[in-house]
């Protein structure tokens, strides 16, 4: 999928059946510090051969082994002597495949906690207490065990709950380990990959600088890199951890595009440049991109004409900066995992960038700006890129700071977007923040911010009458950004917001607060 010859070899790999969770195994195995990687189910015998895994896992899936259009994996892989542990679907693969019976299981389907019955508390099971709650999810059973294979455990629904062929290091748990409901979840994960594989516990963050220090190295050799800092979390890890690699050959380029937090860029100028001495470029593009929004109001059309115009600055400043031969881009794990389409330079087996990372908000870069990409973070999750921002020094100002998107306050101006409105909502939304970091909230939500609405409501302010636009304080918990529920913010919490917003930010004289969860809303307004 793309170039990993220079990275190491992952320690267990987890071939993906469609289970919503294969992400998770992932992250799972990556606690006990051996590092793993999710591939297709399609991926040959030999190939895992070749990589030479110290264990295989086979993930859970939505279909039925006995459908006609189920996946299904390469059969010669129960004959490499690798470690394999199948999960759910996975363990149904192994036993069909095996020449054992999976059936639906009649009036019997098991979802949610079951307490697991332990038969045999040796290997995969060392210490996992019977009666301790594993998260079951399946339709199916097994209904006959392969030649060679025994019970490990039952749940009073499921007579097959956990299976082995010992000789042959082949297990199966019809249960979810890598879930958060299943108590000895991760006992059982370490026992398959410390016990039952032999990995070691050796994917660290000091281990991971290491490396992708002396791969970025080796990979740029002289030439110049480029990196679009925007100021969050991952460009902000992927500059430290440039510069500690080829110091002075990278440039990264800050465009203001105006639509920033207050204070923001000049924080962002002073971290990098002045207190790291990291070469950031500012390009204060404020005018270019407010001009360009002047009158537009439908939000579709903002995003566009903010992308289109990241692009025209981007060219014109790498060109006037340049030359420069790579661009360094804060890709994480779970985007190359998404990603179908990736261009892969023939000559050097290096990715080339035909989409800028969506944060940018650029659509695609012009076919005669290909840089070639160097992105170290590609094999992280995102609270791994956080412990190693951590480690290399990053104040948790920036390592724990809630997502901003690309657009800035552009998106949250509904309507169009005009200075005095940023102004307005610049000082509204440093409040928001400032009281939620105040009352020890900052870190148990997502996110808390403020949305201005181009819309006017009469108050009254000493014996005024006012006629002002309202601000919407919006404050989610999430684990992801894909779903979320507002937060149950304090009376007195939200009371103090209100009164400071209304007193101190010009041009606002009402504050409300938004209780939708996501869905049917989204997090930001637009
Ligand atoms: P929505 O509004 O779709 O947002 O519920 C989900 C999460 O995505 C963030 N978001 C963006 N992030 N570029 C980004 O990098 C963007 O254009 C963008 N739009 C929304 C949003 O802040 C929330 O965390």
Same mark, same amino acid.
């Given at each position: 999928?793309?170039?990993?010859?220079?990275?190491?070899?992952?320690?267990?790999?987890?071939?993906?059946?469609?289970?919503?969770?294969?992400?998770?195994?992932?992250?799972?195995?990556?606690?006990?510090?051996?590092?793993?990687?999710?591939?297709?189910?399609?991926?040959?015998?030999?190939?895992?051969?070749?990589?030479?895994?110290?264990?295989?896992?086979?993930?859970?899936?939505?279909?039925?082994?006995?459908?006609?259009?189920?996946?299904?994996?390469?059969?010669?892989?129960?004959?490499?002597?690798?470690?394999?542990?199948?999960?759910?679907?996975?363990?149904?693969?192994?036993?069909?495949?095996?020449?054992?019976?999976?059936?639906?299981?009649?009036?019997?389907?098991?979802?949610?906690?079951?307490?697991?019955?332990?038969?045999?508390?040796?290997?995969?099971?060392?210490?996992?207490?019977?009666?301790?709650?594993?998260?079951?999810?399946?339709?199916?059973?097994?209904?006959?065990?392969?030649?060679?294979?025994?019970?490990?455990?039952?749940?009073?629904?499921?007579?097959?709950?956990?299976?082995?062929?010992?000789?042959?290091?082949?297990?199966?748990?019809?249960?979810?380990?890598?879930?958060?409901?299943?108590?000895?979840?991760?006992?059982?994960?370490?026992?398959?990959?410390?016990?039952?594989?032999?990995?070691?516990?050796?994917?660290?963050?000091?281990?991971?600088?290491?490396?992708?220090?002396?791969?970025?190295?080796?990979?740029?050799?002289?030439?110049?890199?480029?990196?679009?800092?925007?100021?969050?979390?991952?460009?902000?890890?992927?500059?430290?951890?440039?510069?500690?690699?080829?110091?002075?050959?990278?440039?990264?380029?800050?465009?203001?595009?105006?639509?920033?937090?207050?204070?923001?860029? %000049?924080?962002?100028?002073?971290?990098?440049?002045? &207190?790291?001495?990291?070469?950031?470029?500012?390009?204060?593009?404020?005018?270019?991109?407010?001009?360009?929004?002047?009158?537009?109001?439908?939000?579709?059309? &903002?995003?566009?004409?903010?992308?289109?115009?990241?692009?025209?600055?981007? %060219?014109?400043?790498?060109?006037?900066?340049?030359?420069?031969?790579?661009?360094?881009?804060?890709?994480?794990?779970?985007?190359?995992?998404?990603?179908?389409?990736?261009?892969?330079?023939? !000559?050097?087996?290096?990715?080339?960038?035909?989409?800028?990372?969506?944060?940018?908000?650029?659509?695609?870069?012009?076919?005669?700006?290909?840089?070639?990409?160097?992105?170290?973070?590609?094999?992280?999750? &995102?609270?791994?890129?956080?412990?190693?921002?951590?480690?290399?020094?990053?104040?948790? %100002?920036?390592?724990?700071?809630?997502?901003?998107?690309?657009?800035?306050?552009?998106?949250?101006?509904?309507?169009?977007?005009?200075?005095?409105?940023?102004?307005?909502?610049?000082?509204?939304?440093?409040?928001?923040?400032?009281?939620?970091?105040? *009352?020890?909230?900052?870190?148990?939500?997502?996110?808390?911010?403020?949305?201005?609405?181009?819309?006017?409501?009469?108050?009254?302010?000493?014996?005024?009458?006012?006629?002002?636009?309202?601000?919407?304080?919006?404050?989610?918990?999430?684990?992801? *950004?894909?779903?979320?529920?507002?937060?149950?913010?304090?009376?007195?919490?939200?009371?103090?917001?209100?009164?400071?917003?209304?007193?101190?930010? !010009?041009?606002?004289?009402?504050?409300?607060?938004?209780?939708?969860? &996501?869905?049917?809303?989204?997090?930001?307004?637009?």
């Amino acid at each position: 999928m793309h170039n990993f010859q220079s990275d190491r070899s992952p320690a267990i790999i987890i071939l993906d059946f469609g289970s919503q969770y294969s992400e998770l195994i992932a992250r799972r195995i990556r606690e006990t510090e051996v590092y793993s990687l999710v591939m297709s189910h399609t991926t040959s015998a030999e190939k895992l051969r070749d990589l030479a895994p110290k264990g295989i896992i086979l993930s859970g899936g939505p279909k039925s082994v006995y459908e006609e259009a189920a996946p299904i994996c390469d059969a010669a892989i129960w004959r490499l002597g690798i470690p394999i542990l199948g999960v759910c679907y996975g363990m149904q693969l192994m036993v069909h495949q095996l020449g054992g019976l999976v059936e639906p299981a009649t009036g019997k389907a098991e979802y949610g906690k079951a307490p697991l019955q332990v038969d045999d508390p040796k290997e995969l099971l060392t210490n996992v207490a019977s009666g301790s709650t594993m998260w079951m999810s399946h339709g199916d059973s097994v209904k006959s065990l392969p030649e060679g294979f025994v019970r490990l455990a039952h749940t009073s629904n499921t007579s097959e709950a956990a299976i082995a062929a010992h000789s042959r290091r082949l297990y199966g748990v019809q249960f979810h380990p890598e879930v958060v409901h299943s108590t000895d979840g991760m006992l059982l994960i370490r026992n398959f990959v410390y016990h039952i594989c032999g990995c070691e516990p050796d994917w660290t963050t000091t281990a991971f600088i290491e490396e992708a220090i002396s791969n970025v190295r080796s990979q740029v050799g002289k030439k110049r890199v480029l990196l679009a800092l925007s100021g969050g979390v991952d460009s902000s890890t992927l500059a430290f951890l440039l510069h500690k690699a080829i110091g002075d050959q990278l440039t990264c380029m800050f465009i203001d595009q105006g639509f920033m937090r207050k204070g923001e860029p %000049e924080f962002l100028m002073e971290f990098f440049d002045q &207190k790291f001495h990291i070469n950031v470029q500012y390009i204060n593009a404020r005018e270019r991109f407010i001009s360009k929004l002047e009158k537009i109001t439908d939000p579709e059309q &903002k995003r566009k004409i903010i992308g289109t115009e990241f692009i025209r600055v981007f %060219e014109e400043e790498s060109a006037r900066l340049g030359p420069f031969d790579y661009l360094a881009q804060g890709t994480l794990y779970p985007d190359v995992i998404e990603s179908a389409a990736t261009n892969i330079d023939s !000559k050097t087996g290096e990715r080339v960038a035909v989409k800028i990372k969506s944060h940018h908000n650029v659509g695609g870069l012009p076919k005669d700006l290909q840089f070639k990409l160097v992105e170290p973070l590609r094999r992280l999750f &995102k609270d791994e890129v956080r412990k190693v921002g951590r480690s290399l020094g990053l104040p948790e %100002e920036i390592v724990s700071r809630h997502p901003f998107p690309g657009p800035g306050l552009a998106i949250r101006i509904l309507g169009e977007v005009t200075n005095e409105k940023l102004n307005c909502l610049r000082d509204a939304d440093l409040i928001v923040r400032e009281e939620i970091k105040k *009352g020890g909230l900052y870190h148990d939500v997502w996110q808390a911010f403020a949305v201005l609405l181009p819309v006017c409501s009469v108050g009254v302010m000493g014996d005024q009458r006012t006629y002002a636009w309202p601000i919407v304080v919006r404050c989610v918990s999430s684990e992801d *950004g894909m779903t979320a529920d507002w937060s149950r913010l304090p009376n007195d919490l939200l009371e103090i917001i209100s009164n400071r917003i209304v007193n101190e930010v !010009k041009g606002i004289n009402r504050v409300v607060f938004d209780i939708t969860s &996501k869905p049917p809303g989204t997090i930001e307004w637009e």
